[in-house]
């Protein structure tokens, strides 16, 4: 069988439990090279086989999982995150479809989470933003018509757009297209939850200067939106005037 393990965002301690053991029990795993944390693989038992996919074709991949399925063995697909997301899943849980070998899913962690818990920020804030937009800019791998960051960036909505920094001139320009303005706040969040985490916060108008003056073109979230600055409303959940189904109005 083929267990597809979210790895969580990098600090090894954030990958579920059910995932840790899933790693601990496989006698092969298949790790998504340096996007996983390699202190991870401590969890493996003695003698798993392991291979790193960042050298390695999807054909590939799909040959190691047939064989240890033949041999009777158990495989962890090991993606950063949670798989769901950039992961390119899909394609293997049809492969294995077609082979006939079966697989599970176990989620991960995603960055997004980590890199606003590393930002101390909230996405979704009343009067603010109640809509998050998970992105990428188009590079070499091209967007859907009607998802480029500008067509998104109308919107004002929160964004984090992941794989993109390498691309922060073209990213900055493509979102001052849409509702933001040269102030609006933005972040770089550069490799959340590992032990060489950096957050650097900026006006979008600087977001390229800023990747540059950092050192920053690769392993990083960009966050961008009003939920980074500092005023909101209050939330009505917990307000001593909102009644809920578990509490009256006190006033």
Not at 13 to 28: F, K, N, V
Not at 72 to 89: E, K, N, Q, S
Not at 141 to 161: E, F, R, Y
Request: net charge negative.
């Amino acid at each position: 069988m083929v267990h597809f393990v979210g790895a969580g965002p990098g600090a090894p301690d954030l990958i579920t439990r059910r995932g840790a053991r899933l790693l601990e029990e496989a006698q092969c795993v298949i790790y998504a090279g340096s996007l996983v944390n390699p202190a991870l693989l401590a969890l493996t038992r003695e003698g798993a086989a392991i291979y790193n996919s960042a050298h390695m074709t999807l054909e590939q991949v799909l040959a190691v999982m047939e064989e240890q399925d033949r041999l009777g063995h158990d495989t962890v697909r090991l993606h950063t995150g949670d798989p769901c997301l950039y992961g390119a899943i899909r394609e293997q849980m049809d492969a294995l479809d077609k082979l006939g070998i079966a697989w599970d899913d176990t989620p991960g962690v995603s960055s997004f989470c980590a890199a606003a818990a590393s930002a101390g920020e909230e996405y979704t804030l009343p009067g603010v933003s109640q809509t998050v937009i998970i992105t990428r800019m188009a590079g070499r791998t091209p967007v859907p018509a009607g998802q480029d960051i500008a067509s998104l960036a109308a919107h004002g909505a929160t964004m984090v757009i992941f794989l993109s920094a390498g691309l922060l001139d073209g990213l900055q320009e493509e979102l001052l297209k849409g509702a933001y303005d040269a102030e609006t706040p933005a972040a770089l969040v550069y490799k959340a939850s590992w032990p060489e985490e950096k957050v650097v916060r900026c006006p979008l108008g600087r977001l390229a200067q800023t990747g540059r003056d950092q050192g920053i073109d690769r392993t990083a979230l960009v966050l961008v939106g009003p939920f980074l600055a500092r005023s909101y409303d209050r939330s009505l959940l917990y307000d001593p005037g909102f009644a809920t189904g578990y509490r009256e109005a006190s006033r």
